[in-house]
């Protein structure tokens, strides 16, 4: 029957729930109407009876007691679904066919959201949870059938869509990593345990239950034990028991476990720098793997061992130590060994290498013997394999979600409310969430970092351990007493590795120091002046005291390492040396290409290949300045156009610019090829002049008529970007008066540009398109990459509008050309010409450019007038009110890779498809964008 709607259908509801149960006036009016009812709630209830009534009849009945429906008029689907998911939990142990068949029928009973559609709190919300619940637990019950079934990978998806809805559903969570063992994907499982595991600490403050805790390390005993025959119980161990529980390393006891259990791999060695965590996680590893091995494990300390001829000796040792061994002499150690399965694990090898090879004899004479060893320097012996032992992940985002989430972060808060409960680290607290993930970077998630800072913050508070970290390297200073002396402060972790390095190593080392960002080979040999450093580059990395980067070719230094090796750099008195000649290497570095780019040749081109170095460039030039050396820093500054104009970084520019010219006294054409800079940069924020009429007015002073004609046309764009009609008026015959015979090129270029922005704001499209068309050609003549791609996209928007259409292959030439140049601004501009032709074409991707468009806007502060006007009429044909919200709907994505993908689209469009643009827009100028936009919409 149809059904009322409002308060009619919340009262049936309500009777409904009552299950032929009476209510009382006063009950229903409390449900209807809340706490405060009207005063009219007693006559407005028998109105909704009443009406009520003459839908369902005799069905609705009155007693002493209040309302009700008779029980025997109705009957609920509600009540038949509990029954039928009863029947088949009742089912599972016996007849899981029979179960599985009841629980669908049941769940076929089920039609959207609970009660979506009546409105009310109380009772009905209450209902309204009860069935939500019971729905999911029948959800959940129809997977552990299909679990039990043999059903893995194909649930996948659905769980991941179950948990993401019930983030707290721990049944949910187990069925998930169930699943993704069973599809053999156990790291994923694992994964997974510990995405569950910091999402309860940070949002409840509890650990997975017993359930999970359980799954989890049978998922990681069984990637040790599969296919090995060994009793536990028999085993003889002298591993150490761990203090702490293990944090953030699931994947890499998987990987180890992978390992062990391939019996031709004889030697691992895990490898990584001071406080990584080598120690802890190849514990862990052999405590897994241990029941895989008849004889044990065996746990062979060697950081207190001076003399690599003592090493065979502590092994034996540690052997003789176990219970229920005889003693094992040195002498007689191969021939015990030669009958045992056995795992051993030398724990701090690097300091005694020269024993490396008595290991490799020890491997020969023993074939049921395994080595683990934890060392900062691999052993460099036959059979030998490397486990890379990394930080702990970092917070990869600002959200609080993300950053206590993050597996560094999670230790952090874990050390410290072990060293004070009652420590002030609430994961509700912004603040707090920002200061922790400012710790855990500047000490690269290294885990010993972490335990020492989260020690001291347990005893002095966030804020106090945020205010070290000018000083990392003492951060642990008195905070754990039980931990070796090589590891009580950072400092002394690194000294640890340095002082096994060669003379020469050490002062490469030192030198990389006054990197930033990272560097090339070329680039330190450069620094250090020495021809070849291959050598000593790989005793670094041997070390762990350098690592490789994730770009090819490039090595970094961990933070605390660069810390401590700036401050052997300040102590060796070597420290002003390195830095001239660091900064000297890049200046040279940056001159091709600044001449290239005062050229023309596109700001994409030449700072593609300089954006890793972007951070040690901008040290540079900060070091040249406070040192004085003004030939220097203008070639710095000079050369960080492109690089500046590609990631559009108009504060850092502006200021370093700024700071430049109030320091030095620089040659005329320098400070006026900076001031072009900054006024560039400030052409695309609205209402901001300071330094293009800086530009115009010491153009003037010098008399450099291009460098003015420039200033001019920045000002004139500017206005126009404003919409200031009366500094457009004043500028106009300025831009005019350049359009004579003996002007340059580049000067007509950008005169032509200017009048063409102004004609199309007048709607004069066809004088828009032959400026722009002429300032094409002048930008072709004088090889100007970013006027040329500027006149193209201008010349295709005045013409679109003259002709009402666009033409998918001049717009893909356009784009061609916006990707080369490759700077926010014009990726802008694009992506709305993109946006706009997608509209008229009636592509689902409009949606998607204006969304990425608004993005990158956001990013980049990018105002553009009258090119705004594009994105509005596409937003209008979508029916979009604003597409500035369009924000959140795109991924972080760089203006690169946007403008590529555009491009990529419109390349693949019919060349005879036109898109219409019959809405194109002709405004006064003066009128504020808000009203401008709502034209746009009016069409």
Same mark, same amino acid.
């Given at each position: 029957?149809?059904?009322?709607?409002?308060?009619?259908?919340?009262?049936?509801?309500?009777?409904?729930?009552?299950?032929?149960?009476?209510?009382?006036?006063d009950?229903?009016?409390?449900?209807?109407?809340?706490?405060?009812?009207?005063?009219?709630?007693?006559?407005?209830?028998?109105v909704?009876?009443?009406?009520?009534?003459?839908?369902?009849?005799?069905?609705?009945?009155?007693?002493?007691?209040?309302?009700?429906?008779?029980?025997?008029?109705?009957?609920?689907?509600?009540?038949?679904?509990?029954?039928l998911?009863?029947?088949?939990?009742?089912?599972?142990?016996?007849?899981?066919?029979?179960?599985?068949?009841?629980?669908?029928?049941?769940?076929?009973?089920?039609?959207?959201?609970?009660?979506?559609?009546?409105?009310?709190?109380?009772?009905?919300?209450?209902?309204?949870?009860?069935?939500?619940?019971?729905?999911?637990?029948?959800?959940?019950?129809?997977?552990?059938?299909?679990?039990?079934?043999?059903?893995?990978?194909?649930?996948?998806?659905?769980?991941?869509?179950?948990v993401?809805?019930?983030?707290?559903?721990?049944?949910?969570?187990?069925?998930?990593?169930?699943?993704?063992?069973?599809?053999?994907?156990?790291?994923?499982?694992?994964?997974?345990?510990?995405?569950?595991?910091?999402?309860?600490?940070?949002?409840?403050?509890?650990?997975?239950?017993?359930?999970?805790?359980?799954?989890?390390?049978?998922?990681?005993n069984?990637?040790?034990?599969?296919?090995?025959?060994?009793?536990?119980?028999?085993?003889?161990?002298?591993?150490?028991?761990?203090?702490?529980?293990?944090?953030?390393?699931?994947?890499?006891?998987?990987?180890?476990?992978?390992?062990?259990?391939?019996?031709?791999?004889?030697?691992i060695?895990?490898?990584?720098?001071?406080?990584?965590?080598?120690?802890?996680?190849?514990?862990?590893?052999?405590?897994?793997?241990?029941?895989?091995?008849?004889?044990?494990?065996?746990?062979?300390?060697?950081?207190?061992l001076?003399?690599?001829?003592?090493?065979?000796?502590?092994?034996? !040792?540690?052997?003789?130590?176990?219970?229920?061994?005889?003693?094992?002499?040195?002498?007689?150690?191969?021939?015990?060994?030669?009958?045992?399965?056995?795992?051993?694990?030398?724990?701090?090898?690097?300091?005694?290498?020269?024993? !490396?090879?008595?290991?490799?004899?020890?491997?020969?004479?023993?074939?049921?013997?395994r080595?683990?060893?934890?060392?900062?320097?691999?052993?460099?012996?036959?059979?030998?394999?490397?486990?890379?032992?990394?930080?702990?992940?970092?917070?990869?985002?600002?959200?609080?979600?993300? #950053?206590?989430?993050?597996?560094?972060?999670?230790?952090?808060?874990?050390?410290?409310?072990?060293?004070?409960?009652?420590?002030?680290?609430?994961?509700?607290?912004?603040?707090?969430?920002?200061?922790?993930?400012?710790?855990?970077?500047?000490?690269?998630?290294?885990?010993?970092?972490?335990?020492?800072?989260?020690?001291?913050?347990?005893?002095?508070?966030?804020?106090?351990?945020?205010?070290?970290?000018?000083?990392?390297?003492?951060?642990?200073?008195?905070?754990?007493?039980?931990?070796?002396?090589?590891?009580?402060?950072?400092?002394?972790?690194?000294?640890?590795?340095?002082?096994?390095?060669?003379?020469?190593?050490?002062?490469?080392?030192?030198?990389?120091?006054?990197?930033?960002?990272?560097?090339?080979?070329?680039?330190?040999?450069?620094?250090?002046?020495?021809?070849?450093?291959?050598?000593?580059?790989?005793?670094?990395?041997?070390?762990?005291?350098?690592?490789?980067?994730?770009?090819?070719?490039?090595?970094?230094?961990?933070?605390?390492?660069?810390?401590?090796?700036?401050?052997?750099?300040?102590?060796?008195?070597?420290?002003?040396?390195?830095?001239?000649?660091?900064?000297?290497?890049?200046?040279?570095?940056?001159a091709?290409?600044?001449?290239?780019?005062?050229?023309?040749?596109?700001?994409?081109?030449?700072?593609?290949?300089?954006r890793?170095?972007?951070?040690?460039?901008?040290?540079?030039?900060?070091?040249?300045?406070?040192?004085?050396?003004?030939?220097?820093?203008?070639?710095?500054?000079?050369?960080?156009?492109p690089?500046w104009?590609?990631?559009?970084?108009?504060?850092?520019?502006?200021?370093?610019?700024?700071?430049?010219?109030?320091?030095?006294?620089?040659?005329a054409?320098?400070?006026?090829?900076?001031?072009?800079?900054?006024?560039?940069v400030?052409?695309?924020?609205?209402?901001?002049?300071?330094?293009?009429?800086?530009?115009?007015?010491?153009?003037?002073?010098?008399?450099?008529?291009?460098?003015?004609?420039?200033?001019?046309?920045?000002?004139?764009?500017?206005?126009?970007?404003?919409?200031?009609?009366?500094?457009?008026?004043?500028?106009?015959?300025?831009?005019?008066?350049?359009?004579?015979?003996?002007?340059?090129d580049?000067?007509?270029?950008? !005169?032509?540009?200017?009048?063409?922005?102004?004609?199309?704001?007048?709607?004069?499209?066809?004088?828009?398109?032959?400026?722009?068309?002429?300032?094409?050609?002048?930008?072709?003549?004088?090889?100007?990459?970013?006027?040329?791609?500027?006149?193209a996209?201008?010349?295709?928007?005045?013409?679109?509008?003259?002709?009402?259409?666009?033409?998918?292959?001049?717009?893909?030439?356009?784009?061609?050309?916006?990707?080369?140049?490759?700077?926010?601004?014009?990726?802008?501009?694009?992506?709305?010409?993109?946006?706009?032709?997608? !509209?008229?074409?009636?592509?689902?991707?409009?949606?998607?450019?204006?969304?990425?468009?608004?993005?990158?806007?956001t990013?980049?502060?990018?105002?553009?007038?009258?090119?705004?006007? #594009?994105?509005?009429?596409?937003?209008?044909?979508?029916?979009?009110?604003?597409?500035?919200?369009?924000?959140?709907?795109?991924?972080?994505?760089?203006?690169v890779?946007?403008?590529?993908?555009?491009?990529?689209?419109?390349?693949?469009?019919?060349?005879?498809?036109?898109?219409?643009?019959?809405?194109?827009?002709?405004f006064?100028?003066?009128?504020?964008?808000?009203?401008?936009?709502?034209?746009?919409?009016?069409?």
């Amino acid at each position: 029957m149809p059904l009322p709607g409002g308060r009619q259908l919340t009262l049936l509801a309500l009777l409904l729930q009552a299950g032929g149960v009476p209510l009382s006036r006063d009950r229903l009016i409390d449900e209807l109407w809340g706490e405060r009812p009207p005063q009219t709630a007693v006559a407005a209830l028998h109105v909704h009876i009443s009406k009520l009534r003459s839908l369902i009849g005799d069905l609705l009945v009155l007693s002493p007691a209040g309302y009700a429906l008779r029980r025997d008029g109705f009957d609920l689907d509600s009540w038949r679904f509990d029954e039928l998911v009863t029947e088949a939990r009742a089912a599972f142990e016996g007849d899981q066919r029979r179960a599985t068949a009841l629980v669908r029928e049941a769940l076929e009973l089920v039609r959207g959201e609970p009660l979506c559609a009546v409105s009310a709190d109380g009772a009905i919300e209450h209902w309204r949870r009860s069935l939500e619940e019971k729905l999911l637990q029948a959800r959940l019950l129809e997977i552990d059938l299909r679990l039990a079934g043999g059903a893995a990978g194909e649930l996948i998806a659905e769980l991941e869509e179950l948990v993401s809805v019930n983030r707290f559903e721990e049944r949910a969570w187990a069925q998930l990593i169930r699943a993704l063992d069973r599809a053999g994907r156990p790291a994923e499982a694992l994964d997974t345990y510990q995405r569950l595991r910091r999402l309860f600490a940070a949002e409840l403050g509890l650990e997975p239950g017993e359930t999970l805790t359980v799954l989890q390390q049978q998922i990681l005993n069984r990637g040790a034990q599969p296919g090995l025959t060994a009793a536990a119980e028999q085993s003889v161990s002298s591993l150490p028991a761990p203090p702490t529980p293990i944090a953030g390393r699931d994947s890499e006891l998987l990987a180890l476990a992978g390992m062990l259990r391939d019996p031709q791999r004889r030697l691992i060695s895990l490898v990584g720098p001071g406080g990584v965590g080598k120690t802890r996680l190849v514990l862990e590893a052999a405590i897994a793997a241990e029941p895989a091995f008849t004889g044990g494990a065996a746990f062979v300390r060697l950081e207190r061992l001076t003399n690599a001829e003592l090493v065979l000796g502590e092994i034996a !040792a540690a052997l003789s130590r176990r219970p229920r061994t005889e003693a094992v002499g040195v002498d007689g150690l191969g021939a015990y060994l030669r009958d045992q399965q056995l795992l051993l694990v030398l724990d701090n090898f690097e300091h005694l290498l020269e024993a !490396a090879p008595r290991i490799a004899e020890l491997l020969e004479e023993a074939p049921g013997v395994r080595v683990l060893v934890s060392t900062r320097t691999p052993l460099r012996i036959r059979g030998e394999e490397f486990f890379e032992v990394g930080p702990l992940a970092l917070p990869v985002s600002n959200s609080e979600d993300e #950053i206590f989430n993050s597996p560094a972060v999670q230790l952090f808060l874990e050390r410290a409310r072990a060293a004070d409960p009652h420590a002030q680290l609430n994961a509700a607290d912004g603040s707090d969430a920002q200061i922790a993930a400012t710790v855990c970077s500047v000490v690269d998630g290294l885990p010993l970092a972490l335990e020492l800072a989260g020690a001291r913050a347990g005893q002095m508070g966030l804020v106090a351990v945020a205010s070290q970290l000018t000083r990392p390297l003492g951060l642990g200073a008195n905070a754990l007493r039980d931990l070796p002396d090589r590891q009580r402060t950072l400092t002394a972790t690194i000294r640890w590795s340095y002082d096994q390095l060669s003379a020469e190593t050490k002062s490469l080392l030192r030198a990389a120091g006054a990197f930033i960002g990272g560097f090339t080979a070329s680039d330190l040999a450069s620094v250090v002046e020495r021809e070849e450093i291959d050598g000593q580059l790989a005793e670094l990395l041997d070390s762990s005291l350098v690592r490789r980067s994730v770009e090819p070719g490039r090595f970094e230094l961990l933070n605390l390492v660069r810390a401590f090796a700036a401050e052997e750099l300040a102590q060796a008195g070597e420290a002003a040396g390195v830095l001239r000649s660091h900064w000297q290497h890049f200046a040279k570095l940056l001159a091709p290409g600044s001449e290239r780019f005062d050229a023309g040749t596109a700001p994409a081109e030449i700072a593609g290949p300089l954006r890793a170095d972007h951070a040690n460039i901008r040290t540079a030039l900060d070091r040249a300045i406070a040192s004085g050396d003004h030939q220097h820093a203008a070639a710095l500054a000079l050369g960080m156009r492109p690089l500046w104009f590609m990631d559009m970084q108009r504060q850092e520019l502006q200021e370093t610019i700024d700071r430049l010219l109030s320091t030095f006294d620089l040659p005329a054409r320098d400070e006026l090829l900076l001031l072009r800079a900054a006024s560039f940069v400030e052409g695309f924020r609205e209402g901001v002049t300071l330094w293009t009429r800086r530009l115009v007015d010491r153009a003037a002073e010098l008399g450099d008529p291009e460098a003015y004609g420039i200033g001019v046309n920045n000002l004139f764009s500017q206005a126009i970007n404003r919409q200031d009609r009366d500094e457009i008026r004043r500028l106009r015959p300025l831009i005019a008066a350049e359009l004579r015979p003996d002007a340059s090129d580049r000067t007509l270029c950008s !005169a032509h540009y200017s009048l063409a922005l102004e004609a199309y704001l007048e709607g004069s499209f066809d004088a828009a398109w032959e400026h722009a068309n002429s300032s094409f050609e002048y930008a072709i003549a004088v090889g100007q990459a970013f006027m040329l791609a500027s006149a193209a996209a201008t010349r295709l928007m005045a013409g679109s509008a003259r002709d009402g259409e666009i033409d998918p292959q001049e717009l893909h030439e356009v784009m061609t050309l916006l990707e080369r140049v490759g700077v926010p601004p014009l990726a802008v501009f694009g992506l709305w010409l993109v946006a706009c032709y997608a !509209a008229g074409v009636g592509s689902d991707t409009a949606r998607r450019w204006l969304a990425y468009a608004a993005r990158i806007s956001t990013t980049s502060v990018v105002d553009l007038w009258p090119e705004e006007m #594009i994105r509005y009429e596409a937003a209008a044909v979508l029916g979009i009110e604003d597409p500035e919200n369009l924000t959140r709907e795109a991924p972080q994505i760089d203006h690169v890779a946007a403008l590529a993908e555009a491009s990529a689209w419109v390349a693949g469009r019919d060349p005879q498809e036109r898109s219409a643009r019959p809405h194109a827009l002709r405004f006064a100028i003066g009128q504020d964008r808000g009203s401008t936009a709502e034209s746009a919409f009016c069409g």
